[in-house]
């Protein structure tokens, strides 16, 4: 794209790995060993505590003010999770600076059956670094999220049966996932306490994502035992990379109302550099976080011209539900039941898609996991126009129904203190309309096997 801002690949990936070294030891991070999530009831304190708990010791005794607590429990944009969830970090203090890492990376291995299926080895991951300081009667809060897979992942995408969505070589990607962009997020913002209960804050992000959605899959706690994406992900949560992006937000008691503009497009194949584009797009977002376990939204968004190759606006709603229970080693069971639609202004249409997962652990060690989804797929035969319309006027649909369902297995293997290591499996099979059969076959079907290594306190 013209006129795109490029940064020095060298520096971004040296920044990259350094987010992945054990951090110093510090007091901050002696006060997250002890930390138990569980303990906080978003109905018995106000939005400035729905970050975790642990975190009011840091910085050699000094505490943090509500406004950083409150930045410090976002998990990517201005998304709430649950405060209940453990969440995977490292955490350290620089002078004022409170620091909060994150990171996780899976080499996977997918097998896939039938006609359309495909075999491959890659990476999926991503690192994220925040820092927050006091500023004025509030705080200020600097995170950078990067991911390395435009390298782990060659010729621009992995094998995902019924996957759709953005391009690579110029043409759509069909039965396959993106990778995502090197800067998946690098934004500023700040929260200012209005009173007690309410909270008010700002959010910049050149790339970053607008109040739209659920948590993204790739860092939702019911989904990081999987490492394939799902299959709503252009229906849910995909403008969790968007341009431009600015969102402000008021939050009171439980209840919080955030509106963003931003950048409508989605990113193009060059994966290495940061888009740019004019504010043409919007989002509102409500939600509802009415206990430490449990946290709902709605939302709904105008994206301009998001697809390169089908101009015309998108509508698209969403609204999720996701709970989660904390376990011992500081692990967690979570649940997540999400519903997205994307109405295509251009073409007078609407689709769905429903997606219902979770994580279990049955052990300290040992995770069980479960996807199901149901989507209607609109961009199966992109890459053939004469088919598509042959099969939209013999079975007078646009669109046609895949249901997903994936179980999988993952087992810790400890190695290196503050690397959650494990390896795990998941398969998934398909039950598709019968339109489809003729070519996916009369039972898709599909394994992943991977390791996994996860930044996480040691216990």
């Known amino acids: 794209m013209n006129g795109n801002r490029r ?22 991070q002696d006060q997250m060993q002890g930390m138990d999530h569980s303990k906080m009831d978003h109905s018995q304190m106000n ?95 600097l995170r950078s999220m990067l991911s390395l897979e435009p390298a782990t992942i060659t010729d621009r995408r992995y094998p995902l049966l019924f996957q759709t969505g953005e391009t690579a070589y110029g043409q759509p990607i069909v039965n396959g996932q993106h990778p995502h962009d090197l800067f998946m997020e ?101 939600s509802v976080l009415p206990a430490a376990n449990w946290s709902a939204q709605v939302s709904v ?17 969403t609204a999720s539900v996701e709970y989660i229970v904390p376990k011992p080693g500081k692990n967690w069971w979570a649940t997540s039941l999400i519903w997205g639609q994307n109405n295509k202004q251009g073409e007078a249409r609407a689709s769905n898609a429903v997606l219902a997962e979770t994580v279990y652990p049955i ?38 129904n895949v249901n997903a369902f994936t179980l999988g297995y993952t087992r810790d293997v400890p190695l290196i203190r503050n690397l959650q290591t494990g390896i795990g499996a998941n398969v998934s099979t398909y039950v598709i309309d019968n339109a489809l059969k003729t070519f996916y076959g009369s039972h898709p079907w599909g394994v992943n096997a991977y390791v996994r290594v996860r930044l996480k306190a040691s216990r």
């Open 7 to 28: 940064f020095s690949l060298p520096i971004v990936c040296a920044g990259l790995l350094l987010g992945f070294l054990p951090v110093e030891r510090s007091y901050a």
């Open 47 to 141: 939005h400035g505590q729905m970050s975790p708990s642990g975190m009011a010791g840091m910085n050699h005794g000094k505490q943090l003010n509500q406004a950083s607590q409150f930045l410090m429990g976002e998990t990517s944009g201005t998304a709430f999770q649950p405060s209940a969830w453990p969440m995977p970090m490292l955490m350290n203090s620089v002078g004022d600076w409170h620091l909060m890492w994150m990171g996780q990376a899976f080499i996977v291995n997918t097998q896939q059956a039938g006609p359309l299926g495909g075999d491959k080895t890659y990476s999926t991951n991503s690192g994220m670094l925040s820092a927050v300081h006091d500023l004025g009667e509030g705080s200020i809060m």
């Open 186 to 286: 690098i934004s500023v913002q700040y929260a200012r306490p209005l009173s007690e209960k309410a909270m008010w804050n700002v959010y910049y992000a050149p790339v970053g994502e607008p109040a739209l959605g659920p948590v993204a899959y790739p860092h939702r706690a019911s989904a990081m035992e999987i490492p394939q994406a799902t299959l709503g992900h252009h229906w849910e949560d995909s403008s969790h990379i968007a341009n431009n992006v600015i969102t402000s937000g008021i939050s009171y008691g439980k209840v919080r109302l955030e509106a963003s503009g931003f950048h409508g497009r989605e990113p193009n194949e060059n994966r290495w550099n940061i888009d740019f584009g004019s504010m043409d797009s919007w989002s509102i977002r409500f």
């Open 301 to 317: 968004g105008r994206l301009h011209n998001p697809e390169d190759l089908h101009p015309g606006d998108v509508v698209r709603t």
């Open 363 to 400: 052990s300290r060690r040992n995770f069980l996991t479960g996807r199901y989804e149901w989507s209607q797929r609109d961009e199966l035969f992109e890459n053939d126009a004469p088919l598509q319309e042959q099969l939209q006027q013999q079975t007078g649909q646009s669109a046609f």
